[in-house]
């Protein structure tokens, strides 16, 4: 491993592996399969391991044109999809899943300019398919994120294809680049591109929940909390996360309820309190059609085959960071 003075420290553990860089430390959990915390400057970013997701939550369109009957083993592998392999890289020397006995040959202490962890995961899908989401870490404790997914011909169309990242508290808001307003793949003629500013995590009160607060073409989005849940934590200063773009654009949503929590509420009052920040990061996105009524399907342009492999990109940057 590397040995200078720009760099991360590497912690082997039995069950996770640790990453300590500039200001923000990671933890990789080997169990739960993903990246399980993100602290910087003392402040925790997850309230559960980074997943893939392929459900947005289901409109009244998806219900009359049957959408969601059809694609609803994507439902499923939201919830159970497996994490069947894991590979840690260390200065681009193959490590594989580094645990007990071959962990016990590292010290506490040791260095390395890049740390790349990939997890492949089985969905919980008829045929299954495989997912992997890559980590790559630089000296600087810059994050990029990569996430493929492996076309099935055999496979219902997707809802959407992305990553989730669930934080502990409710944010007090979001800026973004990108599209004005909600919009959808084939809901985009009448956003502007510009930068823009959403204060706390507002839920369209639909009488049924449902999709809501997608934002496309997505150049980079910072998230800013100002609580804990450390009791300890007491300072009240606004503390940001920026997801950025890496090659292409993003689609995200940021609410205080995950799709299941909407699919599960057959009225707007059935809802939970907003306790958390739910930040759904897509590739790709199917859109939500309903041109002559609630029950037209969505046109084929905008609709998302599993046949077809699909990959995205994006850096994190944890704290402050001015977005280009």
Known sequence: MANTTTNLRVIFGDGTLGIDAANVHYIFSYEKGGLESIVSHGKEWLYR?????????????????????????????????????????????????????????????????????????????????????????????????????????????????????????????????????????????????????????????????????MHMQTRWLTVTRQRTLNNVDVDAQPFSLTVAMDAQPFAFSCLPYTAMELEAATHVEELPLARRTVLSIYGAVRGVGGIDSWGANVQPAYRLTAADDRTFTVKLYPGAHEAN
């Not at 997943?51 to 499923?76: C, K, Q, Y």
């Not at 490590?95 to 990939?118: C, Q």
């Not at 219902?156 to 959808?184: C, H, K, N, R, W």
Request: aromatic share 10%.
């Open 49 to 213: 391991p980074i997943r893939p997701i392929f459900w947005r939550a289901t409109t009244d369109n998806d219900r009359g044109n049957h959408f969601s009957e059809d694609s609803a083993m994507w439902l499923g592998a939201d919830q159970f999809t497996r994490c069947q392999d894991i590979n840690v890289q260390v200065d681009g020397e193959d490590y594989g899943l580094p645990i007990a006995p071959l962990n016990n040959r590292f010290s506490d202490n040791e260095l390395a300019d890049t740390v790349k962890i990939t997890f492949t995961f089985q969905t919980a899908t008829t045929p299954a398919t495989a997912v992997t989401i890559a980590y790559e870490i630089a000296a600087d404790g810059q994050l990029t994120l990569t996430s493929s997914f492996q076309g099935n011909a055999a496979l219902p169309e997707l809802p959407a294809f992305g990553i989730q990242l669930i934080m502990p508290t409710v944010a007090t808001g979001f800026e973004y680049d990108g599209l004005s307003g909600e919009t959808y793949p084939d809901r985009m003629a009448g956003g502007s591109r510009g930068q823009y500013y959403v204060g706390g995590l507002p839920v369209t009160p639909y009488l049924v929940p449902q999709e809501m607060g």
